[in-house]
């Protein structure tokens, strides 16, 4: 029941900004939308997460669309460590609790 | 300290095998996660609980029990598994949904890969 669509991989220059976008058509107006990270081997790691508007941390930013019907991570200055599966998260409504609805992920690869 | 720790790393069974997965995080979260990745696929979440409650069951299979003896602890047992539950196991934890709205961070082990044969 994923809730979110990413490209499948992209690539991006080191010390370039990398532009990760994510489709959530039909979120609904209480539903979070969450970025996590995959490095081969580890578990997923927290980047951000937003509901409307615009955040941004020591990691990244979070670009909100006013209709929220789409997002983008954008990590400023890529590193080659920065190379992960990237996750485009819903939290959505389950029974009386609620669960991180993964998306596909996006393959991030940053070249040197 | 964020870290969730999961033991065994490794785990090899046979299908007639019982076995367990521990969890164990020192962060004071009250709701904790099971979930299972295939390769090349994103985590699907199994279980969850809350305030040491099972909330949340993904019909799964009933060879596969989760307990939850205290807010620091998640285990799962497994029993009877089948080669195709061969995965990696998460564990995560976090605040409980609903405590501090939109920051139920949930931070997540290195996981268990599981082999069964």
């Known amino acids: 029941d994923a809730k979110t669509t990413q490209p499948t991989s992209m690539d991006c220059a080191e010390g370039r900004a990398a532009n990760l976008p994510c489709n959530h058509s039909?979120?609904?107006?209480?539903?979070?939308v969450y970025w996590y990270r995959q490095i081969h081997s580890q578990g997923p790691q927290y980047i951000i997460h937003?509901?409307?508007n615009n955040e941004t941390n020591e990691m990244a930013s979070l670009i909100i669309t006013e209709d929220r019907k789409s997002s983008t991570l954008i990590l400023p200055h890529a590193t080659l460590r920065d190379t992960a599966v990237y996750y485009c998260?819903?939290?959505?409504?389950?029974?009386?609790?609620?669960?991180?609805?993964f998306g596909a992920g996006t393959t991030v690869t940053v070249r040197a | 300290d964020t870290e969730v720790t999961q033991t065994p790393k490794h785990l090899v069974m046979g299908m007639t095998n019982k076995k367990s997965l521990k969890c164990e995080q020192h962060?004071?979260?009250?709701?904790m996660y099971w979930y299972k990745q295939k390769a090349k696929k994103p985590p699907e979440l199994m279980f969850v609980?809350?305030?040491?409650?099972?909330?949340i069951n993904e019909s799964v299979p009933s060879r596969f029990s989760p307990e939850c003896p205290n807010s620091s602890l998640l285990n799962l047992h497994l029993h009877a598994l089948q080669p195709e539950d061969s995965a990696l196991y998460l564990c995560?934890?976090?605040?409980?949904?609903?405590?501090?709205?939109?920051?139920?961070?949930?931070?997540f082990g290195a996981g268990t890969r599981l082999s069964v044969l």
């Open positions: 609980y809350s305030y040491e409650k099972l909330s």
């Open positions: 937003g509901l409307k």
């Open positions: 998260i819903v939290r959505v409504l389950r029974s009386n609790d609620y669960k991180l609805s």
């Open positions: 995560a934890s976090s605040h409980p949904w609903g405590t501090s709205e939109g920051s139920n961070i949930q931070y």
């Open positions: 962060m004071g979260h009250r709701a």
């Open positions: 039909t979120i609904s107006g209480n539903e979070y």
